[in-house]
């Protein structure tokens, strides 16, 4: 029996839990922080797994629920081995659900986390380096 790592964590470790989510013509959603473009999740809690981080943070900003399936990329760097990022794959968002994605709303001198949500065929050309180099990995790894 192969033991999913997305669902354990070791005291000190610190994931990350990013989402492949797609619509139906397989565009991948992607999320604008204002800075530049990332995929839908985020760090977890002390002891909290990746796929339960991500699917907190998709909630929280999008106002939808997820079901993280597939572990798909975990990376990590030698110098830093407590930090752990995983992308997880998520499925397929049906349009239905899709048009009930909602960003949320801020309040005074807050600033919001998104300020813009996409599905795009072209994802590299848009999102951060290190979460542009999760779907490389993927991609070389588990080809669709």
Known sequence: MALDTAQTTW???????????????????VLDTGDGWVLPGGAGLPGESAADALAYHVRRALRVH??????????YAPSEPEKVTY???CGLL???????IRLPLTT??????????DFT???SARLRPSHRRLLDTAATVCPT
């Open 121 to 123: 065929a072209e994802p």
């Open 94 to 100: 049906p349009a239905a659900r899709a048009r009930t």
């Open 11 to 29: 005291p000190g470790q610190c994931v990350s839990g990013f989402a492949r989510i797609t619509d139906d013509r397989g565009r991948l959603l």
């Open 87 to 89: 992308l997880i794959d």
């Open 66 to 75: 997820v079901t993280p399936g597939t572990q798909l990329v975990v990376e």
């Open 108 to 117: 005074g001198a807050a600033t919001p986390e998104y300020v813009a949500y």
